[in-house]
């Protein structure tokens, strides 16, 4: 399979190509990079890629075809792809604007936790997607992680604010917690080291429980200790409120860029 990866050398299309060499999903000579600024000599310590001379280049030696540019560079790629599978990680753009390529469309929505190969990436697949082409699909986004397939173009609006998001919202409560403990005195490396613990170790016992949450919480609640008292009074203070409230936000934002 000749995997094309535009924007090869980006958050997303660094992560995916780095794992799929790693994963040998793909040979170096089957993978066909480009980007903006120009070849690396070294792509994560390979030297047999293929850089494309330019984005006509790049299609005509590719099978699949990863768009991994920001959705502002999008228009001005000129991508044509006739006969091939485009796989879009492009937030907002939508299959009728990446129909214009004349290729076969999948959109899938990774996050930054491919650079772990933990990225969850749903995808949609336009009506004209092959099994094949799914099939593809699913082993290319093996390399950073796992995924299902959706049943409507509006659920990858859903996903891009969600796991789109990465690691956004555990570092916006990171933030909040951090601010709370630098107050009360606490040295910095402690501070980070406390909510290192919280958050990170927390999200690791979550691990497989995510279901169990109400669970856990009102097992907290039965301590009537500290912990109990804190998390009612975040719910109090419309804690949970406020974050659907953002997701709902950044849903109908993704909804309306492309
Ligand atoms: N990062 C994330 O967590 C997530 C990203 N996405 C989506 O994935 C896509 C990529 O995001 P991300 O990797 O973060 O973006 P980056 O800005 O990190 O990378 C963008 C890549 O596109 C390349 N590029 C820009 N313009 C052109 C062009 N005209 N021709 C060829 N290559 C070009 C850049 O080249 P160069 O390196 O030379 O500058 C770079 O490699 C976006 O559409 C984003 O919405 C979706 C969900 C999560
Ligand atoms: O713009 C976004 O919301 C997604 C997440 C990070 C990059 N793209």
Redesign the pocket.
Known sequence: MKIGIIGATGWLGSALGRRLLANKIVQEDDLILFNRSGPRADYHGCRGVIWARDITDLARRSEVIVVSVRPEDWPGLGLIAPDRLVLSFM?GVRIAALAATQGRVIRAMPNAAAEIGRSYSPFFAAPEATALDRERTRRIISAIGTTDELSSEAQVDVM?ALP???AAYPALLAEAMLGFAREQGLSEDIACRAVAATISGGAELLAGRIGEVGALLDAYRAYRGPTGAGIDRAIAEGFSGAVKTALVAATKKASEMG
Do not use: D, E, L, R
Request: net charge neutral; proline share 0%; hydrophobic share 20%.
């Open positions: 937030a891009t789109g998001s990465g």
